[in-house]
């Protein structure tokens, strides 16, 4: 599918290298970007062609949008970086709820997640209890 007209809803997010999650958070952070302006910040010390090829490979991956200024781009992200986490982490968690395995993979997370704080383990009950009263009022408004 061409990255222009591609939603983001239509792609599997794929987990982000260190370097393409700097330069979406510093898009991010500037609002928009061409490359030069990414390496002024001087945040990022990778060449220019480094940057340019990362930030291309951000938008053919349907993460940031472009248009022509003069010879370059400038670029616009098109998710914030928790909204990119977050599509990420729900992507993952899908892969492992369409295995034959799905109740073995969620013991070992409810496992895991008591072993690192209890606190959290009510939180995932409060999160799960949320989540069941929401689909009684989607059911019931059928």
Do not use: N
């Not at 970007?33 to 940057?51: H, K």
């Amino acid at each position: 599918m061409d990255p222009v007209t591609r939603t983001m809803e239509d792609d599997q997010p794929t987990p982000l290298g260190p370097l393409e999650r700097l330069i979406h958070r510093a898009v991010w952070m500037r609002g928009s970007a061409t490359v030069r302006e990414v390496l002024q910040d001087r945040s990022i010390w990778q060449t220019y062609s480094t940057v340019l090829t990362t930030m291309d490979r951000l938008f053919r991956k349907g993460l940031l949008d472009r248009t022509g200024e003069g010879k370059a781009f400038r670029y616009r992200v098109r998710c914030s970086p928790e909204d990119l986490e977050r599509r990420v982490a729900v992507s993952g968690l899908r892969q492992l709820l369409h295995t034959q395995d799905v109740a073995l993979h969620l013991s070992y997370f409810v496992e895991a997640v008591g072993q690192l704080d209890e606190k959290l383990l009510d939180e995932l009950q409060t999160l799960v209890e949320q989540q069941r009263a929401e689909l009684i009022v989607k059911k019931s408004d059928r």
